[in-house]
């Protein structure tokens, strides 16, 4: 009987050290990343802007290449492949994402409102923004390259302008982070040429495309 007992022991030892081992592998695992797109307002722009009559702005859904459209970070390995980063992820899909991180971009330097998610008031026109990712790849010491495309509307007489640009971003090392950090600057340049596009329609000169 004493044998009995004390294998029993030694299997339920056994078993809580493999559960224990078990629970230190899955603590072992690297805490995922997350990033954004959106980079902090710049105050003063804004007031500067904003000295005017107030624009009303409306960023659409920004269609993306399929592979795109997920919360991970895509990045080239070689000439032929691609990694999904599953512990590297945006804070949203990364349509999602970019979305976001225009429309506010935009509306800081025009000091614009964005109503694609509210309203605005029945007698205010306001400059619709559908803008399409083209293109993008980014690689680790290497390079972020992109490719935008947009068109403009004003809701009140249809006027509008289509517009494109290219961008390339050098990456400044081998982390994810620098993928990130080179991929918000290529999408502040586009934040700038599609501001400076709704400037020149407000000042009647067409789309202002300069891409």
């Given at each position: 009987?004493?044998?009995?007992?004390?294998?029993?022991?030694?299997?339920?030892?056994?078993a809580?050290?493999?559960?224990?081992?078990?629970?230190?592998?899955?603590?072992?695992?690297?805490?995922?990343?997350?990033?954004?797109l959106?980079?902090?307002?710049?105050?003063?722009?804004?007031?500067?802007?904003?000295?005017?009559?107030?624009?009303?702005?409306?960023?659409?859904?920004?269609?993306?290449?399929?592979?795109?459209a997920?919360?991970?970070?895509?990045?080239?390995?070689?000439?032929?492949?691609?990694?999904?980063?599953?512990?590297?992820?945006?804070?949203?899909?990364?349509?999602?994402?970019?979305?976001?991180?225009?429309?506010?971009?935009?509306?800081?330097?025009?000091?614009a409102?964005?109503?694609?998610?509210g309203?605005?008031?029945?007698?205010?026109?306001?400059?619709?923004?559908?803008?399409?990712?083209?293109?993008?790849?980014?690689?680790?010491?290497?390079?972020?390259?992109?490719?935008?495309?947009?068109?403009?509307?004003?809701?009140?007489?249809?006027?509008?302008?289509?517009?494109?640009?290219?961008?390339?971003?050098?990456?400044?090392?081998?982390?994810?982070?620098?993928?990130?950090?080179?991929?918000?600057?290529?999408?502040?340049?586009?934040?700038?040429?599609?501001?400076?596009?709704?400037?020149?329609?407000?000042?009647?000169?067409?789309?202002?495309?300069?891409?």
């Amino acid at each position: 009987m004493m044998h009995d007992k004390t294998s029993f022991s030694l299997k339920t030892l056994a078993a809580a050290a493999l559960a224990a081992a078990l629970l230190a592998a899955c603590g072992s695992s690297p805490p995922t990343q997350f990033y954004t797109l959106a980079v902090p307002a710049d105050g003063a722009a804004a007031r500067t802007a904003s000295q005017g009559p107030q624009t009303f702005i409306e960023v659409m859904p920004v269609s993306v290449p399929d592979r795109l459209a997920r919360p991970q970070l895509v990045v080239r390995s070689d000439a032929t492949r691609v990694e999904v980063l599953e512990q590297d992820r945006w804070s949203s899909p990364f349509n999602n994402e970019l979305r976001d991180a225009l429309a506010a971009g935009v509306a800081a330097r025009l000091g614009a409102i964005d109503v694609s998610r509210g309203g605005r008031p029945a007698d205010q026109a306001s400059y619709r923004i559908n803008v399409e990712l083209r293109d993008f790849d980014a690689a680790r010491n290497g390079q972020v390259q992109a490719s935008f495309g947009w068109t403009i509307t004003r809701s009140d007489d249809r006027r509008g302008g289509a517009c494109r640009l290219s961008v390339v971003e050098p990456v400044g090392g081998g982390a994810n982070a620098d993928v990130v950090a080179a991929t918000q600057k290529a999408v502040g340049r586009a934040v700038q040429a599609i501001a400076d596009s709704v400037r020149a329609l407000q000042a009647g000169q067409g789309g202002g495309c300069s891409g």
